[in-house]
């Protein structure tokens, strides 16, 4: 299968934790969180603009620290004109971006001498963020058949 996230040739970095089972590689947690993704998980201010064509708008630094949970690794953002951060994940030599697709055809550097290493404390700092992060935790939880803990 072909997947249109940055990465995704080399994103098959094992698992380090069996918190979610058959989510082994970055592709499965993709595969699954294609169908949680949704308005309530996406960042507020784009929340109006999210559709299921582009599921991964708004989703960026839940869904990195998600697969940090997950992959282990970092969490790296790329300083956007905007003055916003979109998060992203590197484990090992493996490079990967579950949710560049929300850019489209826009070419995203992620060279790591260019960009900055990232805080859960500072992106959880926003409650609303915390809680959509805990939500999407939840929801692939279950649908791996888990029960939140």
């Known amino acids: 299968m072909e997947y249109k996230f940055f990465g995704w040739e080399q994103a098959v970095v094992p698992s380090i934790n069996d918190d979610y089972p058959g989510v082994t590689t970055p592709r499965d947690l993709y595969d699954a969180l294609s169908d949680i993704w949704s308005p309530e998980t996406c960042a507020p201010r784009m929340a109006d603009k999210w559709t299921y064509e582009n599921k991964t708008l708004g989703q960026c630094s839940i869904t990195a620290f998600l697969a940090q949970d997950i992959f282990g690794g970092l969490v790296y953002g790329i300083e956007r004109a905007d003055g ?30 260019r960009n900055s290493v990232q805080s859960r404390t500072s992106h959880f700092a926003k409650d609303e963020k915390e809680a959509r992060y805990e939500k999407l935790r939840r929801a692939l939880q279950a649908k791996c058949g888990r029960q939140d803990r």
Not at 88 to 113: A, H, I, K, M, P
């Open 84 to 113: 916003n951060c979109h998060c992203y994940n590197v484990v090992g030599d493996c490079v990967f971006d579950l949710t560049s697709e929300q850019f489209g055809n826009e070419r995203l550097d992620y060279r790591l001498d």
